[in-house]
């Protein structure tokens, strides 16, 4: 049985930083792509970042280059989300995904695989 745990979402002043990891297990975490997304109340989900299985090549979306990164940790078959200089528009439900299927980084429909999500909020 697949599990994609999402944790480390919390309240943060904008500005601020905060991490959000998701630990997998029952899959062969160092074959599949993985990736962030998020969901904004009233909104659709919206890809963040991505990373590939060896993370030697990594994806954003451009409202959060240069203040997010994401990285993996296959040993411990965790994916992170580095999150500095928040904004209040950064305020979402957090997933992380694995990618079993073949497509865009960016597209739902790449990811069979999702988390239960965490919830990130930044304060004006």
């Known amino acids: 049985q697949v599990q994609l745990v999402e944790s480390g979402g919390g309240l943060v002043q904008a500005g601020g930083s905060l991490r959000v990891s998701c630990a997998a297990s029952?899959?062969?975490?160092?074959?599949?792509?993985m990736g962030w997304f998020r969901q904004a109340p009233g909104k659709a989900r919206e890809f963040v970042a991505a990373?590939?299985?060896?993370?030697?090549?990594?994806y954003y979306t451009d409202s959060v280059k240069g203040r997010f990164t994401i990285s993996r940790d296959n040993a411990k078959n965790t994916v992170y989300l580095q999150m500095n200089s928040l904004k209040p528009e950064d305020t979402a439900v957090y997933y992380c995904?694995?990618?079993?299927?073949?497509?865009?980084?960016?597209?739902?429909?790449?990811?069979?695989?999702w988390g239960q999500g965490t919830q990130v909020t930044v304060s004006s």
């Open positions: 990373i590939t299985w060896s993370g030697g090549s990594t």
């Open positions: 995904a694995a990618r079993g299927n073949r497509g865009d980084y960016e597209r739902e429909t790449s990811y069979n695989y």
């Open positions: 029952g899959l062969t975490f160092v074959t599949y792509a």
